[in-house]
């Protein structure tokens, strides 16, 4: 797992670290407007990593099934 503040390298750790973004700037009202908005920047790039890995999860089931359907992964 990422160390806090640090990187954070699974899908997992990704979606609990934005998670956690939405719930500071949902719940904590003494949030000043430069923390705000580092934290909605953190958030909004972590939401893009998630939709990458998403997004190259489905390419490769995509293939997976293209490959099954034409023979070439029989078992």
Not at 53 to 70: H, V
Request: proline share 4%; glycine share 12%; with cysteine.
């Amino acid at each position: 797992m990422g160390t806090p503040g640090g990187p954070v390298s699974t899908l997992a750790e990704r979606l609990a670290a934005l998670e956690n973004i939405v719930r500071q700037l949902e719940d904590e009202p003494g949030l000043g407007l430069d923390e705000a908005l580092d934290l909605y920047e953190k958030g909004r790039r972590l939401s893009a990593a998630c939709r990458g890995e998403l997004e190259r999860a489905r390419l490769r089931l995509t293939e997976i099934d293209a490959a099954i359907g034409s023979g070439e992964l029989d078992a």
